[in-house]
């Protein structure tokens, strides 16, 4: 194990789309190759799935890809050559959940481990008039296994045929949470239901939306590509919309904010989904007390809600152990934390981004065209449970 950073990389990537992945490569090929191996390592731990096998699956979602958002493979392409790894690996690190359960080298409909529950990430969006200042806000706690904390990296991508995007991403995957340059973020969420297919990989719905103005075109563009998986994203623009869209590869839902506040765990709310729900039963207490706390705190500061004020929450673990910012040993049977906490000002081009958990490290201020400033430690009672 390699150490936990302080805060994570950060780079600008400019160009065409083969260019800006070539970029991304070269200027993070240890971290692509570490991420590589840890997630091949943990798919033969968990699901005893040779690296064949997971790579032989990982290609056939390529073709999805080249028809809908092809821009996005040639990103790949140049990953794979700047970091000098074989195109189907770093089409692998696209495709985590994907890829975790075959049947043969067919994708399975769903996942079903343990070590694979979707207890993973707490989103927020916060519209003008319930934030402090009417800078609307979106962000999230991102959870996944431990070591993504060790290959996250932070990108300005400034392409030469769309928006340019400010992302927290891991390590040689092109598509994450973030925002772009047109007031337009957009965050998600693990949701787990039957029906997985080969399809548009779910980590590029975030890109794909991100080249988009409005919450309604980034909506209508998710909706028009065949979804692989299920996929929560939470959405808002500088237009002052804001939505969540609860998705399954066929079907899908859209929450609107209620006084101005909206926010998301991990199953499914929409009443017209909620048959679709298979989280784990021994999961399903974690995401709902999570969804509960965010909302409750929300609620309380609503009106005086500021990225200070969003980072304290952030922090929280007072419903210990089904906390928002999650720490190592919170849960016996999952290795899930906190790794990275985001909040996003998209109007002003702005992310407050952590190492997470939140609660031991701080926030770095981050922006369009500036260098990376603003270190924001932990208040010392935040540290401790």
Same mark, same amino acid.
Not at 9 to 32: S, V
């Given at each position: 194990?390699t150490?936990?950073?302080?805060?994570?990389?950060?780079?600008?990537? +400019? *160009?065409?789309?083969?260019?800006?992945?070539?970029?991304?490569?070269?200027?993070c090929?240890?971290?692509?190759?570490?991420?590589?191996?840890?997630?091949?390592?943990? #798919?033969?731990?968990?699901?005893?799935?040779?690296?064949?096998? +997971?790579?032989?699956?990982?290609? %056939?979602?390529?073709?999805?890809v080249?028809?809908?958002?092809?821009?996005?493979?040639?990103?790949?392409?140049?990953?794979?050559?700047?970091?000098?790894l074989?195109?189907a690996?770093?089409?692998?690190?696209?495709?985590? !959940?994907?890829?975790?359960?075959?049947? *043969?080298? /067919?994708?399975?409909?769903?996942?079903?481990?343990?070590?694979?529950?979707?207890?993973?990430?707490?989103?927020?969006?916060?519209?003008?008039?319930?934030?402090?200042?009417?800078?609307? #806000?979106?962000?999230?706690?991102?959870d996944?296994?431990?070591?993504?904390?060790?290959?996250?990296?932070?990108?300005?991508?400034?392409?030469?045929?769309?928006?340019?995007?400010?992302?927290?991403?891991?390590?040689?995957?092109?598509?994450?949470?973030?925002?772009?340059?047109? *007031?337009?973020g957009?965050f998600?969420?693990?949701?787990?239901?039957d029906?997985?297919?080969?399809?548009?990989?779910r980590?590029?719905?975030?890109r794909?939306? =991100?080249?988009?103005?409005?919450?309604?075109? !980034?909506?209508?563009?998710?909706?028009?590509?065949?979804?692989?998986? @299920?996929?929560?994203?939470?959405? #808002?623009?500088?237009?002052?919309?804001?939505?969540?869209l609860?998705?399954?590869?066929?079907?899908?839902?859209?929450?609107?904010?209620?006084?101005?506040?909206? +926010?998301?765990?991990?199953?499914?709310? +929409?009443?017209?989904?909620?048959?679709?729900?298979?989280?784990?039963?021994?999961?399903?207490?974690?995401?709902? /007390? %999570?969804?509960?706390?965010?909302?409750?705190?929300?609620?309380?500061?609503?009106?005086?809600?500021d990225?200070?004020?969003?980072?304290?929450? =952030?922090?929280?673990?007072? /419903?210990?152990p089904?906390?928002?910012?999650?720490?190592?040993?919170?849960?016996?049977?999952?290795?899930?934390?906190?790794?990275? @906490?985001?909040?996003?000002?998209?109007?002003?081009g702005?992310?407050?981004?952590?190492? *997470?958990?939140?609660?031991?490290?701080?926030?770095?201020?981050?922006?369009?065209? @500036?260098?990376?400033? /603003?270190?924001?430690?932990?208040?010392?009672?935040?540290?401790?449970d």
């Amino acid at each position: 194990m390699t150490a936990t950073p302080h805060t994570f990389p950060f780079h600008r990537l +400019a *160009g065409t789309h083969r260019a800006i992945g070539r970029q991304f490569g070269e200027a993070c090929g240890d971290l692509i190759g570490r991420h590589r191996d840890l997630a091949l390592a943990r #798919l033969g731990r968990n699901k005893a799935i040779t690296p064949a096998v +997971a790579l032989a699956a990982a290609a %056939r979602y390529r073709a999805y890809v080249l028809d809908h958002a092809p821009f996005l493979d040639e990103e790949v392409q140049g990953v794979a050559e700047g970091a000098r790894l074989p195109l189907a690996e770093a089409y692998l690190l696209q495709l985590r !959940a994907e890829v975790a359960a075959p049947v *043969g080298d /067919t994708p399975a409909p769903r996942l079903a481990d343990p070590a694979d529950a979707g207890d993973e990430c707490t989103t927020f969006a916060i519209l003008a008039g319930a934030t402090r200042d009417g800078t609307p #806000l979106i962000g999230q706690n991102a959870d996944l296994p431990a070591f993504y904390r060790e290959i996250g990296v932070v990108l300005e991508i400034v392409p030469d045929d769309a928006p340019a995007v400010l992302m927290l991403t891991p390590a040689g995957q092109v598509s994450y949470i973030g925002i772009n340059d047109r *007031g337009l973020g957009v965050f998600a969420n693990f949701l787990t239901c039957d029906g997985w297919r080969l399809g548009f990989p779910r980590y590029f719905l975030s890109r794909l939306a =991100l080249t988009r103005e409005s919450v309604g075109d !980034a909506i209508a563009a998710v909706r028009a590509v065949p979804r692989a998986s @299920s996929r929560n994203l939470i959405l #808002l623009d500088g237009h002052g919309v804001a939505a969540d869209l609860e998705t399954t590869p066929t079907a899908d839902a859209r929450l609107d904010p209620e006084d101005d506040l909206l +926010a998301h765990s991990n199953h499914y709310v +929409a009443d017209s989904l909620r048959d679709e729900e298979r989280v784990s039963a021994a999961y399903l207490p974690n995401t709902q /007390t %999570r969804l509960a706390r965010m909302r409750e705190l929300l609620a309380a500061d609503r009106g005086q809600l500021d990225t200070t004020r969003m980072q304290a929450i =952030l922090r929280d673990r007072a /419903t210990y152990p089904d906390t928002l910012s999650r720490a190592p040993g919170d849960a016996a049977d999952s290795d899930t934390i906190t790794f990275a @906490s985001v909040i996003a000002a998209p109007t002003r081009g702005e992310l407050w981004i952590a190492v *997470g958990p939140p609660h031991e490290h701080p926030y770095r201020r981050h922006a369009f065209g @500036s260098t990376p400033a /603003t270190l924001v430690p932990p208040p010392e009672a935040a540290v401790a449970d």
